[in-house]
């Protein structure tokens, strides 16, 4: 951690302001996984609505998005949106 300060640091001398942020506010590192648990919900919601209007065609579902294929499976993956059987 030092190590990062040191090579990190604009100026000769570390201080407060060279400690990175994760450590000086590390209850801000909890909101930040309520946001990206927040954002991955939306993401899921929105992406699992096109699909269903679209009858689960994914081309149609890719329109709507305005996202590539691969890219829309890829989050499908990642966000673990799948076809109720």
Same mark, same amino acid.
């Given at each position: 951690?030092? =190590? ?11 201080? *407060? ?9 590390p ?14 919900? !939306? ?8 699909? =269903?209007?679209?009858?689960?065609? *994914? !081309?149609?579902? *890719?329109? !709507?998005?305005? *996202?590539?294929?691969?890219n ?14």
């Amino acid at each position: 951690m030092i =190590e990062r300060m040191v090579i990190l640091s604009p100026v000769d001398c570390i201080g *407060v302001n060279s400690i990175p942020a994760e450590i000086r506010h590390p209850n801000s590192l909890a909101e930040m996984s309520g946001l990206q648990e927040t954002r991955e919900s !939306a993401e899921r919601i929105r992406i699992a609505t096109a699909l =269903e209007s679209s009858g689960w065609s *994914v !081309a149609a579902a *890719v329109r !709507a998005l305005g *996202v590539g294929r691969t890219n829309l499976h890829k989050r499908m993956k990642a966000l673990g949106v799948e076809r109720k059987k």
